[in-house]
């Protein structure tokens, strides 16, 4: 019995450490996205919205900057525009407006040992983080 289930034990053993390697980068990930967005609501002095809260988010998640993407959307009652085209902007006095940021966080996770169970071709798990606030 003992020599049927010694080879099992260790795969599962590796698998929960997997799992809960891939977790943490997740919610690393999440964190720095609320964290770039805390700090874009408390000071942009030095620089744009959109590049402070990147740069925050990159450095904390030690994240490639094409990996986050910063939008800012105007959502007025039934419709959703980017804010910052003035041809779509909402009317006072027949819609609601409301703006919103939301930062998009992609990273990819490496196993110790690769399974290809749900990885993509080079065998990593795709991590995506999504993190948003209203505004306005």
Do not use: H
């Not at 698998?15 to 700090?39: C, H, N, P, W, Y």
Request: charged residues 20%; hydrophobic residues 40%.
């Amino acid at each position: 019995e003992l020599a049927l289930s010694a080879p099992i034990l260790p795969m599962l053993v590796i698998g929960m450490v997997d799992l809960s390697m891939a977790f943490s980068r997740k919610l690393t990930i999440e964190q720095a996205a609320q964290r770039g967005l805390e700090k874009i609501m408390q000071t942009t002095e030095n620089g744009q919205v959109d590049t402070t809260a990147e740069a925050e988010i990159e450095a904390a998640a030690d994240l490639d900057p094409n990996e986050v993407v910063l939008t800012i959307q105007q959502e007025c009652t039934n419709r959703t525009t980017e804010i910052w085209d003035p041809g779509n902007s909402c009317n006072p006095s027949t819609e609601i407006k409301a703006n919103y940021i939301l930062v998009v966080a992609t990273d990819e996770f490496v196993p110790m040992f690769p399974i290809k169970f749900g990885a993509n071709a080079q065998g990593r798990y795709p991590i995506t983080v999504r993190v948003g606030v209203r505004t306005q």
